[in-house]
């Protein structure tokens, strides 16, 4: 979907991003990421998390480091309560950015 008024991509996430699928997530937020016309911020819907790990995480920082190459960034939105307070804790939401709260 594109958002021509507040200039972002939006993809949807559905199901675990954990040590089997983090890459396979990873290679496809970036290739979203390259093949859309629109290069404001790609902005993950995360309504549809079921499992988040450490993995996980490390790909979400991953995107962000790489989209941020381009003058870019990755930032998410609709987190489950769950997986907002692990990647509080574990300082991700610091380095990307975090539609629910304004950053």
Do not use: K, Y
């Amino acid at each position: 979907m594109l958002d021509d008024q507040i200039r972002t991509t939006t993809c949807e996430l559905r199901g675990a991003v954990d040590l089997d699928s983090a890459g396979d997530v990873e290679r496809q937020l970036l290739r979203f990421a390259e093949a859309t016309e629109w290069r404001g911020d790609l902005v993950v819907d995360c309504a549809e998390l079921t499992f988040l790990d450490g993995a996980g995480m490390s790909a979400f920082v991953r995107v962000h480091l790489a989209l941020q190459e381009l003058g870019r960034r990755l930032v998410v939105m609709n987190l489950p309560a769950t997986w907002r307070r692990e990647l509080e804790v574990a300082g991700v939401l610091d380095v990307i950015g975090d539609r629910d709260l304004g950053r």
